[in-house]
């Protein structure tokens, strides 16, 4: 074990760096927007125009791997993804942001189809499982700990882009230095989105709704936290509380959802989540803990639908089908954050900054009358018959190799076994 994770250090230290920097941007970006005095429905459009790039990068990543291998392209997108952090303090224009937040969600995506696909080269059959806990664990702490910069500088200016800036060029360093080969290009991702439904109705609604409310969340939590009359540092905080809570109850709810219809586990976390987001919704201003509490719990019982939902229909795919219900779910969930962003952010500029949270309130109110509705109609897997959880995350189809519930690749022996095997002619009588 300890030398599986010694042959991948180097890549993990570069996901934790890239997303330090990317996690103070996320929140940097609609920070610094309403201090220019962008209107809402702008900030909105330009949260939706990360995914948008997003969605782009997720398609473009193997093109633009095999044509240049995977540091080249790393050192590309770093370098774009540097620039366009610095560029934001430089043109200070809705339309320029949206074209940068495009750029920056393109790169981020071919970043980590990179990453994650020397992760699965890297990483036998055994380590599957505790290497992918482990980047599911950077990605929430690298993004927590991006929150902490935002009490250097103020978001108005150009140190916080510049430290966003410093931060994800540094990322190139630990990759540009290895020494190890090049691992197979990552498959295109093909999205097979009749089948997924057909597969698991409840799975794609969930991808869908968790879209628009955590796309939501990390776009215009911010915002909305200084609306309601807190600081930068403390909008910081409101999002990290948010990651927190998601990181306690992950896998506890995972745990839970192995042993009960998976779900139930869902159903209730729909309600809890839409009553943490009426309590944000009508809470008072500047009630900073009470905000606090309120995300953290928002986070808790929000934020692991989409994994949830993930190894429902992981529980009725065969094993060889993983990548596929993998594929489907991230850019279904990335169609939804799309959306939105700038429709909760609409609804923030012409009623109160709260309708962002009566929007995903009443979306997980729905939601859980679907899956209650789904219960009806479809018996749940024998619990002898399901596959384990695993918290799968949300970053690029690539990721999907690392999923220990697909069947075991042959390891290099005994494939040369079996070619022996083959060729080998059998001893005459």
Not at 17 to 29: D, N, P, R, W, Y
Not at 312 to 319: G, Q, S, V, Y
């Amino acid at each position: 074990m300890k030398s599986a994770f010694a042959s991948i250090a180097a890549l993990l230290i570069s996901v934790f760096i890239l997303l330090v920097g990317s996690g103070l941007q996320a929140t940097l970006v609609p920070l610094a927007a309403n201090e220019y005095g962008f209107a809402d429905v702008l900030i909105g459009v330009i949260g939706s125009s990360y995914f948008v790039g997003m969605m782009i990068g997720c398609f473009t990543a193997p093109w633009l791997i095999s044509r240049t291998g995977h540091i080249r392209a790393f050192a590309a997108c770093t370098a774009l993804t540097t620039g366009a952090a610095i560029f934001y303090a430089l043109a200070v224009d809705p339309i320029v942001w949206n074209v940068l937040r495009c750029l920056t969600g393109a790169c981020l995506a071919i970043l980590y189809a990179t990453i994650e696909s020397w992760l699965n080269d890297k990483t036998d059959n055994a380590s599957r499982g505790s290497v992918l806990a482990t980047y599911n664990v950077i990605n929430y702490a690298g993004m927590a700990t991006g929150q902490q910069f935002l009490r250097l500088f103020p978001p108005a200016g150009f140190q916080l882009f510049s430290v966003s800036a410093l931060l994800i060029s540094l990322a190139a360093i630990p990759i540009a230095l290895t020494r190890s080969p090049s691992p197979p290009v990552p498959q295109s991702p093909r999205l097979k989105i009749r089948w997924l439904i057909a597969l698991s109705p409840v799975s794609v609604v969930c991808a869908l709704v968790m879209g628009m409310t955590i796309g939501s969340l990390w776009t215009l939590g911010p915002l909305f936290a200084t609306l309601k009359g807190l600081s930068a540092t403390d909008a910081g905080g409101f999002v990290s509380a948010a990651m927190i809570g998601a990181v306690t109850v992950l896998w506890p709810a995972g745990w839970l959802s192995d042993r009960v219809d998976r779900r139930a586990v869902i159903v209730g976390c729909c309600f809890v989540a839409a009553l943490a987001g009426a309590g944000l919704a009508i809470s008072p201003d500047k009630a900073r803990w009470l905000l606090f509490a309120l995300a953290f719990l928002y986070g808790a019982s929000a934020l692991p639908v989409y994994a949830l939902s993930s190894a429902h229909a992981a529980d009725h795919a065969e094993p060889g089908e993983m990548v596929q219900v993998s594929t489907g779910m991230i850019l279904t969930f990335t169609t939804g954050a799309v959306a939105g962003p700038t429709v909760a952010a609409t609804l923030m500029e012409f009623t109160i900054p709260g309708a962002m949270f009566v929007m995903t309130a009443s979306l997980h109110v729905g939601l859980a009358l679907f899956v209650l509705y789904r219960l009806t109609r479809r018996a749940p897997v024998p619990l002898d018959e399901r596959e384990p959880f695993v918290p799968v995350p949300r970053t690029s189809p690539a990721v999907s190799e690392l999923d220990p519930r697909l069947p075991p690749e042959p390891d290099e022996a005994d494939t040369a076994a079996q070619d022996n095997a083959v060729e080998k002619p059998e001893n005459p009588p």
